[in-house]
């Protein structure tokens, strides 16, 4: 049974940083697209970081130059460094794994999500 469990969230005061890590199990992870979202409340769910399986990283303009993902396929994990934080930044965040082929997606979960406060 596939299952994402995501840890290392907490509080931070603006400007400091936090790293999340996301570890999967009964997935063949090397295969998956990982990526890392948050949801604020009252906003929708937002793409912060994407890896594919090859390594190829992508962020939205709001974290560029903040936010670093990063994976280990050995360990399963799936990481996420976050630098100058800011309270812009509070939300819940989730792990999500895919594999997508030619013919259509082959796996696509989520983990349940650790919260994420940067606050003075």
């Known amino acids: 049974q596939a299952r994402l469990v995501e840890s290392g969230g907490g509080s931070v005061q603006p400007g400091g940083s936090l790293g999340l890590s996301c570890v999967a199990s009964?997935?063949?992870?090397?295969?998956?697209?990982m990526a890392w979202y948050r949801q604020a409340p009252g906003k929708q769910r937002e793409l912060v970081a994407s890896i594919t399986s090859g390594g190829a990283t992508n962020y939205p303009d709001s974290v560029k130059g903040r936010f670093t993902v990063s994976r280990d396929n050995a360990k399963n994990r799936v990481y996420l460094q976050m630098n100058s934080l800011n309270p812009e930044d509070t939300a819940v965040y989730s792990c999500?794994?895919?594999?997508?082929?030619?013919?259509?997606?082959?796996?696509?979960?989520w983990g349940q999500g650790t919260q994420v406060t940067v606050s003075s």
């Open positions: 009964g997935i063949s992870f090397s295969a998956y697209d």
């Open positions: 999500h794994a895919i594999w997508q082929v030619s013919g259509g997606t082959l796996g696509d979960h």
